[in-house]
């Protein structure tokens, strides 16, 4: 049998923090054993030379200037494959926040007077410019979800993401609910799949990974009911990621 | 990348490395000789702004941690740190001695994290004379085993310690919402033992590379204490003189260049270098003696000139550091952690939420991060909601030093060296700064209205 070429696999990044690429370089040992199964050709992070052809790309951080749309473009042209990696890709992440502001004030405010040099658009999550073949939530990203999406890319597979509220694992986890203890907590209304990384050390979920498909039904209803929680109040309070989808928001209550 | 070509005309030399590679964020260095002369020397920043300050505008002061964590994945933990405390500065908090200790713990670790992935990753591959870490895989097995079983330990201290490394969750303002585990602390420590050998043979392999020669005495500005080798607190030292870290702004001076998305400061109406040379120069009599004895082994000495060396100093705050941790982890492990002491929750009360009525008040905090003098500001409303908020990144501060570096360096290479060879050097000047572009794009100079 004729050996398969390993796939060629490329990151790439736009406005972000890097860490959702760091947690791939965090992997270690299970990082050289991926290089075994497919070949790193573009890896900023770590490497000078670049590879030119690509079948996978890995793409990080959210889409904020012309030339971004452009790049990823190009990128999805080339791609067979494209996987978006982290929230600020997936969703637009903290990025989403400048969103709020109008463009013009925001970039007067921050800029002065030079202000009108700075090309910046609306934060974008890759999606709503090009298509993404496997999106992976969170920031940063959960590596065992990062290893499960990986494995589902070199079989050909599709990969589910969750559409259950983080609450579900959270109760897995036997944690005591933040609402119990007189504080507030995302979860509910949030896509689990990070196993509830953030309640599990003692603080409240910020909502990362997005929200769930509908949040108005599929919302973790048991606990909206035990303490009397509105599925609005909860958008209403927190929104260090819900910005970027204000369509999803604006479909379901407006 | 550029063209080589073997014989150079020393008259007219022109490098353009766009996009620097093996650092964080995407940074290009520009050199334009004409007739002999220097007419252009960049360091640009082109990464796209990200509009942190205008961002936090409006948040709650508890929102500050979790956001400004996001500027840069690799000082996750110093920005946690740097925000927490400008935050408890405006609150009027005051952290137990246990929770200062449990932070020092988790900045020393982000150094050992940060400075061995900076030598082994970024540095290791041009001493070597390859393109990258990659190569080093199949020439340099064992070596490579080596610096991940240093990293693995440093990611273990943020699991343990903050739930995880890259945008800790559980260091919070007045403390931790949850204590490291005793079981999680006592692998930590012994995984910091076996460390020990793994740095001492790090030492034996950076003693045989080679750095380039290069001298340029500039200012050196970073934290410093009496009681210790200042990382976590201390005053602000330059030149020998001190001052207050909440006068930073009369300090030193942000402006805005045309050719970068970031600022470059100036002391006394010239460039300075933070970071970890900076620190050893101004504070090498409270190193470790361990890390005293590596500064020795690596012939470096306090002051040392050469930006290169930047890489041998952080080897030096490696051992100085992974020393500290350890004696840290024992007095710990000794008296047991006080979880009455350490525990807070995040936020304030959620039946008590919008009721409380703050002082109005500005908070300054710095910290030392693996590159350099980390500040941040936030200025708040009697709801605790943030209405101005400045960040000062290390990356902004160095960027003037280096073009000076470079300034001075490409002169002394004319002719001598090829243009290829230069445009390496210059590269590799710039690594050994460890530039963090992805922070520094952060853009500033905010007036709120
Ligand atoms: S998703 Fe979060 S961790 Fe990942 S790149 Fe964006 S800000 Fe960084
Ligand atoms: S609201 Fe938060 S703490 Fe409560 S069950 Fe859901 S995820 Fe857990
Ligand atoms: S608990 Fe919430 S904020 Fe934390 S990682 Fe999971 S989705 Fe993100």
Redesign the interface.
């Known amino acids: 049998m004729k050996k398969q070429p390993k796939p060629r696999v490329a990151f790439f990044d736009f406005t972000d923090c890097e860490g959702c690429q760091l947690q791939f370089a965090n992997m270690g040992q299970t990082l050289l054993e991926l290089t075994e199964l497919v070949d790193i050709v573009n890896f900023r992070e770590i490497m000078s030379e670049a590879g030119q052809d690509y079948d996978v790309a890995i793409v990080e951080g959210a889409i904020t200037t012309d030339n971004d749309v452009v790049r990823i473009k190009k990128i999805r042209e080339k791609a067979k494959v494209l996987v978006t990696l982290g929230a600020c890709a997936t969703i637009a992440g903290v990025n989403g926040i400048k969103n709020r502001r109008p463009l013009e004030a925001a970039k007067k405010t921050v800029y002065g007077e030079k202000g009108a040099l700075v090309n910046t658009i609306k934060a974008m999550a890759v999606h709503e410019v090009v298509t993404v073949d496997y999106a992976i939530n969170g920031c940063p990203v959960y590596v065992p979800e990062v290893v499960a999406v990986l494995k589902c890319l070199l079989m050909g597979k599709p990969y589910v993401v969750p559409n259950y509220a983080v609450c579900v694992e959270c109760k897995m986890n036997e944690n005591v609910c933040r609402y119990e203890k007189d504080q507030e907590c995302m979860g509910p209304v949030t896509r689990a799949g990070c196993n509830s990384w953030c309640i599990n050390n003692g603080n409240r979920c910020y909502g990362c990974r997005g929200l769930v498909d509908k949040p108005a039904s599929d919302a973790a209803k048991d606990i909206l009911q035990k303490y009397g929680l509105k599925v609005e109040d909860i958008l209403n309070s927190f929104t260090l990621y819900n910005d970027s989808m204000g369509e999803k928001y604006d479909q379901e209550f407006k | 990348m550029t063209k080589s070509s073997n014989k150079i005309d020393p008259q007219n030399l022109n490098i353009d490395v766009h996009?620097l590679?093996?650092v964080?964020?995407h940074g290009n260095i520009v050199v334009d000789v004409k007739e002999g002369k220097l007419a252009k020397c960049e360091f640009q920043v082109i990464?796209?702004?990200?509009?942190f300050?205008?961002?936090l505008v409006?948040r709650s002061i508890w929102?500050a941690q979790?956001?400004t964590s996001?500027?840069?994945?690799?000082c996750?933990c110093g920005h946690t740190l740097a925000s927490i405390k400008a935050a408890e500065d405006a609150l009027g908090v005051k952290p137990s001695d246990e929770v200062v200790m449990l932070r020092k713990l988790l900045l020393y670790t982000e150094m050992l994290d940060s400075h061995i992935?900076h030598i082994y990753?970024?540095v290791a591959?041009d001493l070597l004379g390859v393109?990258?870490?990659?190569p080093l895989?199949k020439t340099h097995r064992p070596v490579i085993d080596m610096a991940?079983r240093m990293?693995?330990m440093s990611?273990y201290a943020g699991e343990v310690l903050?739930?995880?490394?890259?945008?800790p969750?559980?260091y919070?303002i007045g403390g931790?919402?949850?204590a490291p585990s005793r079981e999680g602390l006592e692998k930590l420590y012994s995984m910091m033992l076996e460390s020990r050998k793994d740095g001492e043979e790090t030492v034996k392999i950076i003693k045989t590379l080679k750095f380039p020669e290069f001298q340029r005495p500039t200012q050196y500005m970073s934290l410093t204490s009496d009681d210790e080798y200042a990382m976590y607190d201390g005053d602000l030292m330059v030149n020998g003189e001190k001052s207050r870290v909440r006068d930073y702004r009369k300090l030193f001076i942000e402006s805005?260049v045309?050719y970068s998305k970031a600022k470059i400061s100036k002391i006394n109406g010239k460039s300075y270098a933070v970071g970890a040379l900076s620190r050893f120069n101004n504070n090498f009599d409270k190193l470790h003696k361990k890390a005293k004895a590596t500064a020795k082994e690596l012939g470096l000495k306090a002051p040392c000139h050469n930006p290169y060396l930047n890489t041998a100093a952080q080897l030096v705050e490696w051992v100085h550091c992974l020393e500290e941790s350890i004696t840290i982890l024992e007095k710990i492990l000794k008296e047991g952690v006080k979880e009455d002491k350490v525990?807070v929750?995040?936020?304030p009360?959620?039946?008590e939420?919008g009721k409380i009525k703050y002082k109005p008040n500005t908070g300054a905090a710095c910290v030392e991060v693996p590159r350099g003098s980390l500040f941040h500001e936030y200025t708040i409303d009697d709801s605790a909601h943030i209405t101005a908020a400045n960040c000062v990144i290390p990356t902004n501060q160095n960027m003037g030093n280096l073009e000076d570096d470079m300034r001075k360096l490409v002169p002394e290479l004319l002719g001598k060296k090829t243009q290829e060879e230069i445009t390496l050097d210059l590269e590799m000047l710039a690594r050994s700064y460890d530039p963090c572009i992805?922070c520094a794009t952060h853009?500033?100079?905010?007036?709120?209205?």
């Open positions: 996009y590679t093996r964080e964020g990464e796209s702004p990200r509009f300050e205008s961002m409006g929102e979790h956001l996001r500027i840069c994945g690799i996750a992935l990753i970024l591959p393109k990258s870490v990659m895989v991940l990293k693995r990611d903050a739930g995880r490394h890259i945008h969750i559980s919070v931790l919402t949850q805005v045309d525990v929750s995040s936020w009360k959620r039946s939420l992805s853009l500033l100079d905010v007036s709120f209205v």
